[in-house]
T-cell receptor, first 113, second 109 residues
Framework: DGGITQSPKYLFRKEGQNVTLSCEQNLNHDAMYWYRQDPGQGLRLIYY???????QKGDIAEGYSVSREKKESFPLTVTSAQKNPTAFYLC????????????FGDGTRLSIL | GQNIDQPTEMTATEGAIVQINCTYQ??????LFWYQQHAGEAPTFLSY????GLEEKGRFSSFLSRSKGYSYLLLKELQMKDSASYLC??????????FGQGTTLQVKP
C-alpha cells in the first residue's frame, strides 16, 4: 500500500531543544515538501526538494533545516532558533511536472512544553 | 505579490448545493488545485484545472477562468461528511503550490 508516513503523530519540545520530524514515502515521487499549518491559516511552505541531495527554502524556512539523502525520506528538524514552533506540520510528495497533485501525510502536531 | 483569497467560513444545508469561490493573483500560473481537509487530518486531492472551463467529478465540480483569476468548487447533494475545510492552491511556475487560507464548510441537517 503506497503512501506517506509521518511520525510521530504528536511531539513535545522543551525550550532550547531541537526536534526532528520524520517523513517517508513509498510512492516513488521525486519531489517532497514540508508545510506548516496554523489555526485559521493556509499551508505555508517551509522547504521543498525536487531531487535527492538538493532542496530549496520555502517561504518560512528560518529556524528549520532538512536533508534529502534518500529519495524516500525528507526529515525536518525544528531548531531552537524557531521561536514559535507550535503548529501542525504536513509532509507531501509528488511527481515533478505541472498538474501532478501533492499527496499528504497525516501530519505531526508539535507543542512546546 | 502572490495572493489567494477564499471566504473563511460557509454554512449550507444537507442536500443543497454550495459554491466555494477562490480568486488569485500570482506571478505565474500552471494550474489550480482544490483539496479537502477534515479537522486534524491530511488534505486530500479533489480536482485540478489548468484550462478554462468546468471539470466534473461526481458530486464535485471545479471551474476556472484564467483571465479573471477565478475558480470555484461546486458541491452538489451535500452530505454531513462534506463538513470540512476546502483549500484552493495555485501551482506557480516554480513548481511550488501557493495555498489560500481555506474555507471551512459546515453542513447542517
Amino acid at each position: 500500500d503506497g503512501g506517506i508516513t509521518q511520525s510521530p503523530k504528536y511531539l513535545f519540545r522543551k525550550e532550547g531543544q531541537n526536534v526532528t520530524l520524520s517523513c517517508e514515502q513509498n510512492l516513488n515521487h521525486d519531489a517532497m515538501y514540508w508545510y506548516r499549518q496554523d489555526p485559521g491559516q493556509g499551508l505555508r511552505l517551509i522547504y521543498y526538494s525536487q531531487i535527492v541531495n538538493d532542496f530549496q527554502k520555502g517561504d518560512i524556512a528560518e529556524g528549520y533545516s532538512v536533508s534529502r539523502e534518500k529519495k524516500e525520506s525528507f526529515p525536518l528538524t525544528v531548531t531552537s532558533a524557531q521561536k514559535n514552533p507550535t503548529a501542525f506540520y504536513l509532509c507531501a510528495s509528488s511527481m515533478v511536472g505541472g498538474g501532478r497533485p501533492q499527496h499528504f501525510g497525516d501530519g505531526t502536531r508539535l507543542s512546546i512544553l | 505579490g502572490q495572493n489567494i483569497d477564499q471566504p473563511t467560513e460557509m454554512t449550507a444545508t444537507e442536500g443543497a448545493i454550495v459554491q466555494i469561490n477562490c480568486t488569485y493573483q500570482t506571478s505565474g500560473f500552471n494550474g489550480l488545485f482544490w483539496y479537502q481537509q477534515h479537522a486534524g487530518e491530511a488534505p486530500t486531492f479533489l480536482s485540478y484545472n489548468v484550462l478554462d472551463g468546468l471539470e466534473e467529478k461526481g458530486r464535485f465540480s471545479s471551474f476556472l477562468s484564467r483571465s479573471k483569476g477565478y475558480s470555484y468548487l461546486l458541491l452538489k447533494e451535500l452530505q454531513m461528511k462534506d463538513s470540512a475545510s476546502y483549500l484552493c492552491a495555485v501551482n506557480s511556475n516554480t513548481g511550488k503550490l501557493i495555498f489560500g487560507q481555506g474555507t471551512t464548510l459546515q453542513v447542517k441537517p
